[in-house]
Nanobody, 120 residues
Framework: QVQLRESGGGLVQIGGSLRLVCTAS????????MGWFRQAPGKEREFVAS????????TYADSLKGRFAMTRDNAMNTVSLRMNKLEPEDTAVYYC?????????????WGQGTQVTVSS
């Protein structure tokens, strides 16, 4: 069973950048599709980005294209999310998730999340 741990969150000013990293332990990381999600206060969790098992071109939420970039390193069992030009609306808890294909189309492993706060 894979365990996921996010890091890199924090407080950043408007227009700043952050890089989140998700480190996986256990399981078979290279076989999992990986995703990033976020949940802002009082809102439902929303999709941010995903990437296939071997990497390739990530998929992004339309509203985030051009500002966020997801990568993965199967040798290090990590995925990262580079976030640029941050806005107050990006304030949320960010989660990484793994889709092991056990449940079709569903992410079945989740990290604890890391808080990102964007302020002026």
């Amino acid at each position: 069973q894979v365990q996921l741990r996010e890091s890199g969150g924090g407080l950043v000013q408007i227009g700043g950048s952050l890089r989140l990293v998700c480190t996986a332990s256990g399981g078979y990381f290279w076989t999992y599709k990986m995703g990033w999600f976020r949940q802002a206060p009082g809102k439902e969790r929303e999709f941010v980005a995903s990437i296939g098992q071997s990497g390739g071109t990530p998929t992004y939420a339309d509203s985030l294209k051009g500002r966020f970039a997801m990568t993965r390193d199967n040798a290090m069992n990590t995925v990262s999310l580079r976030m640029n030009k941050l806005e107050p609306e990006d304030t949320a808890v960010y989660y990484c998730a793994a889709d092991s294909s056990t449940i079709p189309g569903a992410y079945d492993y989740w990290g604890q999340g890391t808080q990102v706060t964007v302020s002026s």
